[in-house]
C-alpha cells in the first residue's frame, strides 16, 4: 500500500525546490524540473493543483515561473500533500464525500483506521516545508 503517490513526492519536491531557490523572482519550471528529474509534462500536471491552492504563485511569459506565495515555515506538509493527493485517508470510508456505510456501528475495525487518519494528520501538519529545506543552502 503507498499512501503517498508520485504526484504527492513530486510535490513536495517541486516545493522545497522552489523555497531554497527562492530569492524574490519567479523560478522557471523549466529549471526546477532540471533540478529534480521530473519531466516537463509531469510538472504541468502538478504546478496547476499547487496554484489553485494558492500554495505557489505562477506567471506566464518571458520573466515567468511559480514562487511560493508564504514563507516556508508557515506550510504543513499536510496541505502540500493534500491538493496532489486529494486524500490521505487509510480506508475509503474515511475519504471526504464518501457514501456513509451501511456496516459502521458494528464495524469493529473503523477505530483503528479512525485512529490511524488522525496519526497521520497530526504527523504531517506537525512538520513544515522549511524543516525538509537544507539547513545550510550555497
Given at each position: ?54 500554495l505557489i504563485e505562477g ?80
Amino acid at each position: 500500500m503507498n499512501m503517498v503517490s508520485t504526484r504527492g513526492r513530486y510535490a513536495l519536491r517541486v516545493m522545497i525546490d522552489l523555497a531554497e531557490h527562492d530569492n524574490g523572482k519567479y523560478i522557471s519550471m523549466k529549471s526546477v524540473a532540471e533540478r529534480q528529474g521530473i519531466s516537463l509534462k509531469y510538472m504541468e500536471k502538478i504546478l496547476p493543483l499547487l496554484v489553485s491552492a494558492n500554495l505557489i504563485e505562477g506567471v506566464h511569459g518571458r520573466g515567468g515561473g511559480y514562487k511560493l506565495t508564504r514563507k516556508p515555515e508557515e506550510y504543513t506538509i499536510n496541505e502540500i500533500l493534500g491538493p496532489a493527493e486529494g486524500t490521505l485517508a487509510p480506508v475509503a470510508c474515511l475519504e471526504e464525500g464518501s457514501q456513509l456505510c451501511t456496516r459502521k456501528d458494528q464495524c469493529r475495525t473503523l477505530p483503528l483506521w479512525v485512529g490511524l487518519d488522525k496519526v497521520v494528520t497530526e504527523y504531517l501538519d506537525g512538520i513544515h516545508l522549511s524543516d525538509l529545506m537544507q539547513k545550510e543552502h550555497n
